[in-house]
Each structure stands twice: as structure tokens, then as C-alpha cells.
């Protein structure tokens, strides 16, 4: 994780992301843009959110979603926009749509072939032998033991 | 002359480690009791001489031996010592140094403390820690020789990165690696287990300490990087879900899982396959981040390496150690009968439960960390996986393991009834969905986050001490307190570290869905409020620091009028490395820290400020110290002392 850190030192650089200046009047609607900021990728950096990035273009991507949610926009619609000038790289979170459903049902998926092998095997261990005194192994194992 | 010493203990060590990796296994397998001997002689020269080569370099660091390109390329004569000693392990060599320093060190603790090992499995234990080493070493030789010279040394370096140097950050890493390396102790056990086709209790009892010691330095190490990530970075996040953290928390999860199927085991031999599948994969984990880290794979913020050669060569030594151990897997896992029968409920099920949760968890991280790679290798798309994704896709089993875990750690062994365990409990639950109704009906109209997790932990938290208390039994007060100061350390340390958990999840929680946050134009004189704080901007001054410049701005904090602290954030520039870093002031609290950031200077006078109000904040870290402390405690348990130390020959007591 430390090397880890060269990392941020390129990009998060000053301290700043979001500037006073970009800050909307409305607390509603900016609340609003920071969660959509929040879900956008920088494009030039790598990893960080538009939200917390200090890139130029991180600015510009910040105050394009302003304007369009003081245009009115909805959130998806918002995102549709940049999306459709930025391409799905700039989406943090991967649609659950064609491919992407793998990457969201792979937890679950697993979650349940796994709950089931597990319960299967409970099943058969419910009915299982105790294992009582010592295994004919352990039984080997001891007279070897012994006559050393 | 002292690095070229220390490249030489290196090519040493290398050629110790050949032997450790051959001669015990090949005696082990003749029944050659002096082939099988070497593997002790061999494992304390080896960690001998890569401390020499260790301390080598650590010297040209301290010296400042710029004729070393290492040192030329991460250090500064006027960086503090403290930094100069952290920047060993502060690049790609130093800190592949440091890694085969600990697995060497894990191998010489295995000499120390395994005095009472069958002879045979210690010699395929070291034997196989050997092979790890040669991998490592030979990686360490062949492609990242830190003992390289410069024809022409430069009159000074080029310091170290600026965000590195930081307490936080210096001890950070030898403690991840501690955990990383650690768990190559467990795959050892594992493989020698497989190749001696006997896992038992005894087994489990061994190789508990080794998994747990490095579970421990995990957890540290993780909680260090993130406490570090929270103050330096300037906006109070502390997880960025960054494939480099994410290479650290998948060896985390897997490990918690196998420390806690060990236990089933040693205590009833169940599930053994599975826990011997378990250490394969939590070192398979290790190595994975590893490759992940050092290969630059993953376009990550964090991967300097960028070398394709040094990439294929990890995956490598992933694919031979991966390959081999799962195959031996294949050949022996068959041969394990089941052993230890138990009911649908009992404490084997909900462990098995808790392991299933925690290795989806891993699973859900670990694809979300590579899908990137798959998606352009497979479709050509070039697209993100970021915090939304893993908040979205990972916390739902988390969430379901902290639903669970108080009623499963209270079930008995082999056959239990549900109802009976839930009622004890009944309480706890009441309370903690109280709590949680609660601060939604105070919060007023902001997400469940806040209360879901505050009633999650308060479950767990609650629900520990519900089976702290059943533990003292019936009778006056002094009985059960005595009962209660009687109980293994083993039962102390569970009560911790799911404590510990419960805390955690809660400040995670509060984090999210309550910080308070403010954005603003200051000019000094000018003041404002936040929450219940009003906050002054006094004045910003310029200093200079050993090796940085520095504007220090004085902000005064007041709560109706009192004063209540002086805050003096900083932005701070390296002229060697050119690079700005922020600096945050903030005041440490039992409920919450105010944290203060000062910016750029503002066209028009005064200055970007950014201050938050962070809820909760040290419970977080102190949470994730206490999951460690647990591990400490178990740790401690005389059960381990007692099979891990003793020479004693008198047998002992069973418990």
C-alpha cells in the first residue's frame, strides 16, 4: 500500500478538488453534483474521482455537471451526457448491463454455489460417524511409536 | 565495499537458500535424519545473511552513499534520519529487501519456536519456506539489484517522495510485509502437510500462531496506511478501494477466514481440506498483490513499477507456487476423510458460514480489481471499477457476517438450538435495533447508512458481552468475576477482536453518512461557522522546514464564544522533488475531529479553506487496533505456548 503512495503524490498534489468558486448557491443541487462527481473518473489521473482530483480537466468535468443540473437535468441524464464525450472509462461504478452483469452476479453467484456445496456437505457431515478413539492411522502411527 | 559486502551476503543467502529448498525435503522423503537437520543451520544463515545485506543498505541510506543509484534516486542529505532509514524500503529494491528479510525472518522464527515439531514436517516446513526463498531472492538478483553502482555519483539525490515522508507512512509497509510473509508460513504448513498426508489437530495447533501473527501485522499495517491516507492526503477519506489497497485487503480477508477454520480443526478436525485450501489461497493472495504492486498491471496511482520483466517474473513464481500446491491438492485433499461430524447448527456451520462470507468478500474485491484487465483483454472496453462499485457490491457480506457472528460464536460445538442462543441474546438485539431506530428518528431524513451501522456495532459490541456474561455463570458477584478473570486468553481475544469489528463498522459508518463539510474563500481577520465551531482565519506565514518551504496558516476554533483549540494547517512545497503536499491541522476528539485544510491563495486576497467535522473518526483506527490487539491476545493463549515453546517433556493437561 505504500508504494502505494508514490501514487497519490502525482495527482494529489494541492490540497484541492472541488474550489469555492465552483460550489453551487443551492445546497440541494450541489449536494447533487457531489454524488455525481463523486461516481465520475478523472480522465488524466488514475483512480481519483472528479471529486477529489486537482486536474484541469477534472474542473471542467466538475463545472459541465453543474450546468447541466442547474439546466435541470436529472442525475442519469447528467451522467448520459458526460458519458456520451468521455466514454464508460470516466464510470466509476461499471453498468450491471451485457458484460458488466458478470462483474455484478460474480459475488452472488458465488455466494450461492458456495452456500449450496457447503450445505450439501453439512448434510452428508450431519450423518457422518463420529470419529471415535483412534484411527486405524493413528493406530499405526502409535505402534511405530512405540517400538522405537 | 560495505555494499558490495552486502550484495554478496545476498548471492549468498541465495545459495543457502538452494540448499534449504533441497536437501531437508529430499531427507525428509530417505527418512535421512542429517539431510533433514540442515534445514535449522540453513534457515538462521539465510536470515543472517540477508540482514547483513539488509543493514548494507541501510547504511548507504544513513551515510548517504549517493555512488548507489538507489540512494541517488530516493534520498536527500537533508532529509531527517528518521526518513533516510524509511527510505530503504520506500522504492521497488529496498522494499523487495525488506520482504525477503521477513520471509527469511519467518523461517528462522520457525527454528526458534518449533522446537517440538515432528522432525519430519519442520523439514518440509523449512524446506518448502527454502523454495520461497530461492523465488525471491533470485527475483531480488536477477531484475531489482538494489546494490547498484553510478560510474559518475551525483553530488545529491533526488530525495524521497515528500507524501513518504511521514511516520505514518515509514513503519507502514515492514508491517504489511510482516502480514504478507507471514502468511507464507501458513503455505508452508500447508504443503508440508500435503506432502506428509497428515493433518490433524495437532497441525492446526501449529499453524494457528503463524496465521494469526500475520493476520495481526495485516491488520496493522492496513490500519497504519489508512490513518496516514486520512490526515495526509487533505480530504479525510480513508479507503480509497485502490488496487493497492485492495492487494493488502484481499490477503486480510482470506486470512481471517483460515484463522478462523483452524479453529474447527483443532477443536473438533473438521473442515480440513478447506483449511489447507484456505493457506494455499491467502499466500496465493499475497503473491497476487505483490504481482499487482510490482508489475504495474493495474494502472493504479500507486504502481511505480513499470517493467513488464519484473511483472512476468512474479507471475512466475505465482504460477509455480500456485500451481504446484493446488495440484498437490488435487492429489491428496481426496485422501481426507471426513472426520468430526456436526449438525446443521452448531458453531462448525456458522463458522463455515463466516468463511464463506469472507472469501466471497475477497472474491467480490478481487474480480472487481482485475475486471478492468478483463474487460480490454476480452472486449476491448476500457472501463473503471471504483469506490461505488465495491461500497455497492462488497459491504452486503459484510453486513451479513456482522448479522451472524454474535449468534454464531455463541452456538455450542457440534449439535445446537437456535432459539436458545437467540434468546440470550435478545437483549443485545433489542438494543442495538433501538439504537439504530434511534439516530434515524434524530438524523432526520438522511441516508440509513448512519443508523445501520451504528445498530450493526452496536449488535456486535453488545452481543460479545452478552457471551462475556453467560460465561461467568450464575452466582454472586465475586464468583463470576473470577470466573471471568479465569477464562483462556483465547476467549479474550475473540471478545476483542469482534468488538473490535463492531466498533469499526460503526465509525465507518458515521464517517460516510454524518461528516459535515465546508468549502470557502478566507481572508484573514475572516471567520465563519461550522456545525457548532466558529472558525478564524488569524493569518498565513511563511516558514521553512529542514528540507520543504512552507505557508502555516493560524486558524483559532471557538464553541459559543470558549476557545476551544489553535489550529495551524500547512502547504508545504519540496523544492528537490518539486512537489506541493498539504499539510491538515486537525483536532483530535472522542466523538469527532475537526480537520482544517488551507489552500491555494485566491485571485482577489484570502485563501481556499475546506474544514470538516469527521464523527467518530479514532474509532475507526482505534476499532481496527483492537481486532489486532484480539489477535495479540489469542495469540498469547497458553495452548500456543504450550505446543509452539515448550521443550518440557511432561506431557500437558488437556483443556
Known sequence: MRRLILVLALLASPAFAVQPDEVLPDPVLEARARTISENLRCPVCQGESIDDSNAPISRSLRLAVRERLVAGDSDAEVMEYIVARYGEFVLFRPRASGSGLVLWLAGPAMLVLGGGIAFAMARRRAKAPEAEGLSAEDRARLEALLKE | MIAELGHFALVLAFGVALLQAVLPIWGAARGDRRLMALADPAAMVQFLLIAAAFAALTHAFVTSDFSLSLVVGNSHTDKPLIYKIAGVWGNHEGSLLLWVLALSGFGASAVWF????????????????GMIGVAFLAFLLFTSNPFLRLAQPPMNGRDLNPLLQDPGLAFHPPFLYLGYVGLSMSFSFAVAALIEGRIDAAWARWVRPWTLAAWIFLTIGITLGSWWAYYELGWGGFWFWDPVENASFMPWLISAALLHSAIVVEKRESLRAWTILLAILAFGFSLIGTFLVRSGVITSVHAFANDPERGVFILLILGFFMGGALMLFALRAGA??????????????????NNLLLAVAAFVVFIGTIWPLVAELLWGRVLSVGAPFFDAAFTPFMVGLALILPVGAMLPWKRADLRATVRRLLPALLLALALGALAYAVQSGRSALGPVGLALGAWLVAGTL??????????????RLSRLSRLPRADWGKATAHAGLGITIFAVAAMMAWATEDIRVLRPG??????????TLREVHKESGPNYETSLAEMAVTKAGAAVTTLYPEKRFYPVAQMPTTEAAIDYGLFRDLYLVIGDPQEGG???????IKPFANWLWGGALMMALGGMLSLSDRRYRVAAGARRAAPQPAE
Not at chain 2, 481426507?336 to 458460514?353: D, I, K, N, P, T
Not at chain 2, 457471551?467 to 461467568?472: V, Y
Not at chain 2, 475572516?526 to 472558525?535: D, N, Q
Open chain 2, 606 to 612: 484570502g485563501y481556499a479553506v475546506r474544514s470538516y
Open chain 2, 336 to 353: 481426507l476423510e471426513a472426520r468430526g461430524a456436526f449438525a446443521m447448527l452448531s458453531r462448525e456451520s456458522a463458522l463455515v458460514a
Open chain 2, 526 to 535: 475572516e471567520s465563519f461557522a461550522l456545525g457548532p465551531y466558529e472558525i
Open chain 2, 466 to 479: 452478552t457471551d462475556l456474561a453467560l460465561r461467568c455463570g450464575r452466582g454472586s458477584l465475586g464468583e
Open chain 2, 114 to 129: 518449533g522446537g517440538n515439531l515432528p522432525v519430519t514436517l519442520k523439514a518440509r516446513v523449512l524446506g518448502v519456506q
